[in-house]
């Protein structure tokens, strides 16, 4: 008798029904005791008959309606409707699951660059105090008149190249980067241009966003951004005792990111972003060097020459045909020039009065170019600007060939 008492939370018509239910299967219990159960559990003080009334009521009313929740056809439609709505939760966990796997996956990504970040700048750092790059060159005001604008891009920095076309590998690379160090200080010597600004248009390393370049790669991607730093820092260092001042430029490309898959990728992860920071430790010494970290978009840089307006791209979201136009439309702002890379070869056009820019490569040919029948000369480029009469003009186009 002790499981008829009223239990926690337990209904008034709950409980009447559950110990006239109980009367009814076991048959122990009287008419009376039932009313007597009902009356102490509840503590109230209606006679018998009223208790078994809201019995009977309930259990008509289950008789008359019971054969559309328990027939064989209303089960089974029941069943389906259980389950969909599994189904509906169990698309739901994997959305879930999905997202928070994709979430960590961008955390792991951000921790690993933020590492390799701090490795960069620490490295730079004691770099900078055992081996300095040191000078003591007065910066004058900055010429409003001449400026040299050298265009650096597309050395895929650890891409070994050997074939009938194209020989290419760090070694290369950096007797390369030498010729246009000794060419851009000759030209701007020749030229009296004091003034230098260095615009990166990326894809320094080769990256491996594909798993043809695992293969031809010499060296492994963090190895590379660490090389090609140093390399950077090396060639402007050299250069800084030629010039008044340097300025160096970047913008983001697509071999320096992080994530190998395209579509999981975020643009700001990309190795590209440390070459800056390293830069601007390693390179503290030189009184001489400005490095810019701030760019107009990730895959947009804002500059000026002379104080025209210009866009530097590394072009992995650019067509030839459309980037004038897309670029002034986007940014409603009317350029001198336009500044790009990716293509590995040397272009130039004057759209209405915009000059569309493209340098070449200094990797050259690659495999990926041999197998699609391309080919391009490694070349580099350096410009000089000059302003006369309130107007800048292109006053030399200097193609820096190997």
Known sequence: ??????????????????????????????????GEICRKGLKENYDESSYRKVYQSWQNMWLEVKDEYISEEALLERL???????????RTKVKTADKLREYRAMLRHQARFDNIQDTAINCASMLCKEYPFINDVQV?????????????SDFHYGLVVDNFLNKYNTAICKKRLDK??????????LNGVDDLKIVNLSDLISGYIHVGLRVENEEDVITQIMEVSELMANAINQLAPYFNSIIYIDTLDNHSRISID?????????????????LKSRLAGL??????????????????ILGETCFAVHGHHDKINSIVSKITLLTRVIPMAIYMAHIHHHYEKDEMGIDLIVNGSLSGADTYAKEMRLNSKPMQKLLVYEKRDNCVNRSLTKHIYF
């Open 80 to 90: 389906a409707e259980i389950d969909e709505r599994e189904d509906d939760l169990y």
């Open 262 to 278: 395209k579509k999981l990728s975020i643009e700001s992860e990309n190795l590209g972003r440390i070459i800056p920071f390293y």
């Open 180 to 189: 246009v160090v000794v060419d851009t200080i000759e030209t701007c010597k």
């Open 287 to 304: 009184n001489n060097v400005f490095v810019t970290e701030e760019r107009f978009d990730d895959t947009l840089t804002k500059f000026d």
């Open 140 to 152: 004058k005001e900055l010429s409003d008149e001449k400026l040299g604008v050298l265009l650096l």
């Open 1 to 34: 008798m002790s499981d008829l008492k009223l239990r926690e939370n337990e209904s008034r018509l709950h409980y009447i029904w559950r110990v006239y239910q109980y009367q009814e299967d076991t048959n122990t219990i009287s008419n009376d005791e039932a």
